[in-house]
T-cell receptor, first 113, second 115 residues
Framework: GNSVTQMEGPVTLSEEAFLTINCTYT??????LFWYVQYPGEGLQLLLK?????DKGSNKGFEATYRKETTSFHLEKGSVQVSDSAVYFC????????????FGTGTQLKVEL | DVKVTQSSRYLVKRTGEKVFLECVQD?????MFWYRQDPGLGLRLIYF???????EKGDIPEGYSVSREKKERFSLILESASTNQTSMYLC??????????????FGSGTRLTVV
């Protein structure tokens, strides 16, 4: 079946550091891929997405590239801020696989001054 | 601004109580979903619905039921609450065809504590 694997957290960085959160997936065909962010005490918000291979999703300085050859969708940001502290979820959507999102376990990011 | 609204942010219930979690969306979405979120386990799908009066089990339906009498409202029911159902519950919705393009819209969550 479909699955998403994310790197374990928490990830702790200093402000202005470079961020990478790894995400790999297992699915047949070409799923759509998403990153969601959950700020403390809130629900999930869509951060960025990519619907086909080699697409790059970007938003708020974050970006991720859909790599079919490595089945990956790693999240990156060049310079993190304290306000980026949150939990980040990678997810895939596969039409025909129940037409629903499959989530990774989430990665907590803590950014310190 | 489109919204998914969950009726309570925090709930405390006693073991054995029947608990209703309500979710309302104003986007005319056909699809609605209930997830629970637990540390280290991520989001797990409890139930989902593709239309009024339709429901399908997700990955962890045991101990839960749902009701969808109107398109905009999707209720999660804990028939007899137990302490292992203490969790964050998240509701989401989407159009059938747009899920693969836009993903889901989530509510703010209900943190349920069963004592």
């Amino acid at each position: 079946g479909n699955s998403v694997t994310q790197m374990e957290g928490p990830v702790t960085l200093s402000e202005e550091a470079f961020l990478t959160i790894n995400c790999t997936y297992t699915a047949t065909g070409y799923p759509s891929l998403f990153w969601y962010v959950q700020y403390p005490g809130e629900g999930l918000q869509l951060l960025l997405k990519a619907t086909k291979a080699d697409d790059k999703g970007s938003n708020k300085g974050f970006e991720a590239t859909y790599r079919k050859e490595t089945t990956s969708f790693h999240l990156e940001k060049g310079s993190v801020q304290v306000s980026d502290s949150a939990v980040y979820f990678c997810a895939l959507y596969k039409r025909g696989g129940g037409n629903k999102l499959t989530f990774g376990t989430g990665t907590q990011l803590k950014v310190e001054l | 601004d489109v919204k998914v609204t969950q009726s309570s942010r925090y709930l405390v219930k006693r073991t054995g109580e029947k608990v209703f979690l309500e979710c309302v969306q104003d986007m005319d979405h056909e699809n609605m979903f209930w997830y629970r979120q637990d540390p280290g386990l991520g989001l797990r799908l409890i139930y989902f619905s593709y239309d009024v009066k339709m429901k399908e089990k997700g990955d962890i339906p045991e101990g839960y039921s749902v009701s969808r009498e109107k398109k905009e409202r999707f209720s999660l029911i804990l028939e007899s609450a137990s302490t292992n159902q203490t969790s964050m519950y998240l509701c989401a919705s989407s159009y059938p065809a747009s899920g693969e393009i836009y993903g889901y819209t989530f509510g703010s969550g209900t943190r349920l504590t069963v004592v």
